[in-house]
């Protein structure tokens, strides 16, 4: 939220600088973003009224103007605006001044002319980005007067960056509170009246949606002047808040907005048919925006219609076939208070923010809508007239927040902040605050007001004490804990440890969030049941995520755009789950490599990594745990049909997945080069085998190769397998080390070369001892996977 300094200190002036006041705001939990002056540098620069123009002699597109700035005669200077005019008053920089940028004034000649000077826009002045001709001010502005005075442009705009819960805030008054109640000292509210009723005319009002929208209050102003000027001190408060001047009513509006914190809105009330129904939208419904956009409505998005269509979408925009231009006359004003639930989220589903939406899904004061009307209705009737009709109410008071009675403990004040405070200084911090504050037996009865609805328990409370008391101001202590160390398990291995061996390897640790955008879950997963978040942060994080891979991948194309082609990610968290309707968390593992398999280097020549590069990886994972797991040929619908594995444990438990990313999936999400992604259960792969001590043999170990031809479905694992279920207890270690396929083998075969290794623990094994137990091997190949030796 923006803030001119200057209009805050209408309300509360503090004996304090501005650097101080900011530090101030800071600490007391308004965290300050940024601080800038509200206008460009610049000097020599005063009010001036046009006498006269004539046209330039020597150029179409020049006028020669007679400009009073307060002197003794008036000043001949040359512009070529298209909106100067006789009678207009205009910023008129004088000979000698400094514009933005270090631009001087000097004594010229235009085409031949004469020019004592410069009549300026808004633009040139540092004032605003564009500007389509002079600044015009309004009849009253003072001739001679120094601008920079005029618009109060040696202000400062303070830019506040406000947590969720602190919505009483976004107002000028509520900053003011915080600034008065920091300083010990009084502030003054904005002084509002009851508008005299001109005429008894209203339009009906009907609710439906009581729960939503409990307080709903309309006025009819009928005879308002559409060509109105909006005040310039008006137009500068607002854009020092960071919204442009649009019309004298819509201003007034955003003026009430900015002041109080109570959004409203103005209807063109002769484009209203019927009446006013407060009511949920029929799906299908359309509604073209005061911004341009047409969006889709359905039955869950609260609007405000009347008997044809619909007029606005509550708590967000209005419409534009209701809008008020420049020729309404009649207008219809709404003041109401919709419930955070109602329009939290609502906007972001439209790809809208709007700083109505910002108030409303954060929670607006219920008992301020009278308090604003009024005030919006007597600053329309002093800029654009009109006549007043009555306020129309609609209140369903079951639905209106309370705010009930919070008891606050002294003792519970010394517990949780290490500090007593005088039993004043609460009182007065909570009676700044704008609570109702009673004596109980055991502190105080405190009832907070309707615009903090952050006041629900007693922490609450006593967070407010350190906050407005000072954090600085507490005490160091040292604690004293008494803790007992904990035991630590062999059968578990630390995750630190396995995230230590993959940084070894070359992986990076990723962390992304845990809600992902829907496109890409259903993508990766789209058999997965989708856990779509109620009130997502925006629209491209509206999911749970299924599988972490959603944000490595993300992550992974986000550094590849940015030229690093070599890439390795491993991220540890959960994974969201729905089962039977019930949420399940699970802790997993997951990495992802490409690029190539070394950095570019001299010793070695460049390859791409490829599936067996993963898998080397993550075996390393489970050497850690001392974890024989076993690889099967599985089908995922993110990963390649031919080069994806399922991870089973010795007891056949699924550990987890790993693979090379489909084709189509890889193209989709805009990839140029092979991905390969691995997923692994965290709790199964930490689960650790204690390793045995085992008594080396003094004997000498035998190893024989065998070339063997298999089918083609045979895989590493069964050749093995088949080995280590010969019985034979000689058998001390099998390795693969080569793979052939030629037309000598066959169609349907390869031929896989094995090395055994014998050793015995008693006895050094003779030949014919190591020829029987070799041969008990072949024929336990032979006769389970079909193996023949190859010749």
């Known amino acids: 939220m923006q803030i001119s300094e200057a209009w805050l200190r209408e309300y509360v002036n503090p004996p304090i600088s501005t650097q101080e006041l900011v530090v101030q705001l800071t600490m007391a939990g308004l965290e300050v973003d940024s601080v800038k002056p509200a206008g460009a540098v610049f000097s020599g620069v005063v009010i001036g009224e046009v006498l006269s123009t ?47 940028g270090d631009f001087n004034i000097k004594l010229s000649k235009l085409r031949g002319v004469e020019s004592s000077g410069m009549l300026c826009s808004e633009k040139e002045l540092g004032i605003a980005v564009d500007a389509t001709g002079l600044m015009e001010l309004l009849p009253d502005a003072p001739v001679g007067a120094d601008i920079r005075e005029y618009l109060n442009l040696n202000d400062t705009i303070i830019e506040i960056d406000l947590t969720p819960n602190r919505a009483d805030c976004l107002s000028v008054e509520g900053i003011a509170r915080e600034v008065a109640l920091l300083n010990s000292i009084d502030w003054t509210a904005t002084q509002v009246k009851k508008a005299a009723i001109h005429h008894q005319d209203t339009l009906p009002i009907s609710v439906e949606e009581k729960s939503a929208c409990p307080r709903y209050l309309g006025r009819l102003i009928k005879g308002v002047n559409p060509k109105a000027e909006t005040p310039a001190w008006m137009k500068e408060h607002l854009r020092r808040s960071g919204i442009r001047s649009l019309s004298a009513v819509v201003d007034v509006t955003n003026y009430v907005l900015m002041e109080l914190g109570q959004p409203l809105h103005a ?153 007593s405070l005088p039993d004043q200084q609460v ?97 990766i997963a789209p058999d997965d049941v989708l856990i779509k978040i109620t009130n997502p942060i925006s629209s491209d994080l509206s999911v749970m995520r299924s599988t972490l891979w959603c944000g490595l991948l993300k992550a992974a194309l986000h550094n590849l755009n940015r030229q690093q082609t070599r890439i390795r990610f491993f991220e540890t968290g959960l994974r969201f789950l729905n089962v039977d309707g019930h949420t399940e968390q699970q802790k997993m593992l997951s990495g992802l490599i490409l690029g190539s398999f070394y950095s ?142 030629g037309q000598e083998i066959g169609e349907g075969y390869k031929s896989i070369a094995v090395s ?15 020829d029987a137990i070799f041969n008990n091997i072949l024929q336990t190949l032979a006769k389970t996977i079909g193996a023949k030796l190859r010749d």
């Not at 001949?76 to 006789?86: D, E, F, K, M, P």
């Not at 009109?386 to 008891?407: D, F, M, Q, T």
């Not at 609570?435 to 615009?451: D, K, L, N, S």
Request: include cysteine; charged fraction near 20%.
């Open 54 to 100: 004539q046209q330039h002699p020597d150029a179409d597109k020049l006028k020669v103007c007679l400009v009073n700035v307060g002197q003794s005669e008036p000043l001949q200077i040359v512009c070529g605006a298209s909106n100067v005019s006789q009678g207009l008053k205009v910023p008129a920089a004088l000979v000698g001044a400094v514009l933005p």
């Open 267 to 419: 209807f063109d009330a002769d484009k209203i048919v019927g009446g006013i129904t407060v009511r949920m939208a029929k799906n299908g419904e359309t509604l073209a925006l005061l911004n341009g956009q047409t969006i889709t409505l359905d039955s869950e998005a609260l609007v405000i219609a009347d008997n044809q269509q619909v007029l606005a979408f509550a708590g967000v925009m209005g419409g534009s076939d209701s809008a008020v231009t420049d020729n309404t006359q009649n207008i219809f004003l709404e003041c109401a208070f919709f419930s955070p639930r109602a329009i939290a989220g609502k906007a972001r589903r439209f790809g809208l923010h709007t700083d109505s939406s910002h108030r409303f899904e954060r929670g607006v004061d219920a008992t301020l809508q009278h308090r604003a009307i009024e005030r919006a209705t007597q600053l329309i009737i002093e800029i654009a007239g009109g006549s007043v009709g009555p306020i129309n109410e609609v209140k369903h008071e079951p639905s209106l927040p309370h705010r009930p009675a919070i008891i606050l403990r002294r003792q519970r004040i010394a517990k949780m902040l290490g500090i």
């Open 427 to 523: 009182f007065d911090i909570f009676v700044r605050l704008g609570m109702c504050i009673e004596q109980h037996p055991e502190g105080w009865r405190i009832a907070p007001p309707g615009f903090r609805f952050d006041m629900a328990i007693e922490a609450d409370l006593i967070e407010e004490l350190a906050r407005v008391h000072g954090y600085n101001n507490i005490p160091n202590n040292s604690l004293l804990m008494r803790a007992e160390l904990g035991k630590a398990t062999e059968t578990v291995l630390d995750i630190d440890r396995v995230k230590d061996l993959l940084v070894d390897r070359g992986y990076q640790e990723a962390i992304t969030y845990s809600f992902v955008d829907e496109a890409i879950q259903q993508a």
């Open 600 to 741: 570019k280097q001299w010793g070695e020549k460049l390859r791409k990594v490829d599936f067996f590069d993963l898998k080397a990886d993550v075996q390393a994972l489970f050497s850690l745990a001392d974890c024989n797991v076993h690889y099967v040929a599985a089908e995922h619908s993110a990963l390649h049909p031919g080069q994806s594995a399922q991870i089973l444990s010795e007891a056949g438990e699924k550990i987890g997945i790993l693979g090379m990313l489909h084709p189509n999936l890889e193209k989709h999400l805009g990839f140029e080069t092979q991905v390969f992604l691995f997923e692994l259960d965290q709790d199964l792969l930490l689960d650790k085998n204690i390793k045995k001590f085992k008594p080396l043999s003094k004997y000498p170990s035998v190893s024989r190769d065998h070339a063997l031809i298999v089918k083609e479905n045979i895989s590493a694992d069964d050749i093995i397998a088949c080995i280590n279920s010969s019985n034979e207890a000689n058998v001390q270690g099998v390795s693969i080390f080569d793979l052939y396929r």
């Open 756 to 770: 055994i290794t014998l050793q015995n623990f008693s006895q050094t094994l003779t030949d014919v001892e190591i």
